[in-house]
């Protein structure tokens, strides 16, 4: 019997399964932020209340009986040795400056004292100070124009000390004020921030702070008013942790973060 043979029946290409759609996944929604609790801004120190006079003649009065005759902490022998020691005090602490000069001023009280010493020898004797190398040099120039055009003196007024090398508006007024009696502010570090802590005279530049502190300033307190703000600012009123509990005027102080 033949053998039936059947042709086998073609099979249907199978179709390309259709890729699944990749989910994307829908980003969540953020949270909503808590609103924070509003907190009233500080005040601008210009725009609290202003010290009235009787304020500031009683804050002056408190520091004139706690310290009668305050005395500016550089030490010096005349005023040209003054003049030196405020260059060197730049960027530079006056105990520092205090323990390079004593020996210094020794051998080198005068201008024409100093020029002999020479700049070479100068940088020893200050070498523990800093930027000693360019106070060397502003002292050997500032000696040599006292002798040249002032006749061997430290001049007596602010444009005439300016001029001479080292020497910029603070200087001035520390010479006009400690050697020759003149009523000055010095504006450093401790009186901008005394100044503008207080309120007393606020400003954005030390030149800000010392004209207002003239105009508030009575005339019998000016003589020593920058060495009590000075000395309050450098052990009382500090830049990072003010004492408030031994102030002597924590009560009429404006600072709003005062901690007494």
């Known amino acids: 019997m033949a053998k039936i043979i059947r042709k086998p029946v073609p099979r249907k290409a199978a179709m390309p399964k259709k890729k699944a759609k990749a989910a994307v996944a829908k980003p969540k929604p953020k949270p909503k932020a808590k609103a924070k609790p509003t907190t009233p801004a500080k005040k601008s120190l210009k725009a609290m209340k202003p010290w009235t006079p009787a304020e500031i ?4 009065s408190r520091f004139r009986k706690a310290n009668p005759e305050p005395k500016g902490e550089l030490e010096h022998v005349n005023p040209f040795t003054l003049l030196v020691a405020v260059v060197l005090s730049a960027q530079a602490t006056d105990a520092g ?26 940088r020893d004797y200050i070498k523990t100070i800093g930027l000693y190398r360019t106070k060397a040099k502003n002292v050997m120039a500032l000696s040599a124009k006292v002798l040249s055009e002032f006749g061997g003196e430290v001049p007596r ?39 503008n802590r207080t309120a007393l005279a606020p400003g954005k530049t030390p030149l800000e702070v010392e004209l207002g502190l003239e105009k508030v300033i009575p005339a019998e307190f000016m003589l020593h008013a920058h ?17 408030c509990e031994v102030c002597l005027i924590n009560d009429l102080c404006r600072w709003p973060e005062k901690t007494v």
């Not at 444009?159 to 009523?183: D, Q, W």
């Open 57 to 60: 003649h009683e804050v002056f």
């Open 97 to 122: 400056v205090n323990k390079a000069t004593r020996a210094l001023f020794e051998v080198a009280d005068t201008p024409q004292k100093m020029l002999d010493l020479g700049e070479e020898r100068l």
């Open 157 to 195: 007024t602010r444009a005439e000390i300016e001029s001479l090398p080292g020497a910029g508006r603070k200087t001035a007024n520390v010479v006009l004020n400690m050697a020759f009696g003149e009523h000055t502010i010095a504006v450093d570090t401790h009186v901008f921030r005394v100044g």
């Open 227 to 243: 060495h009590w703000l000075i000395l309050h600012g450098r052990y009382t009123c500090l830049a990072r942790k003010p004492r």
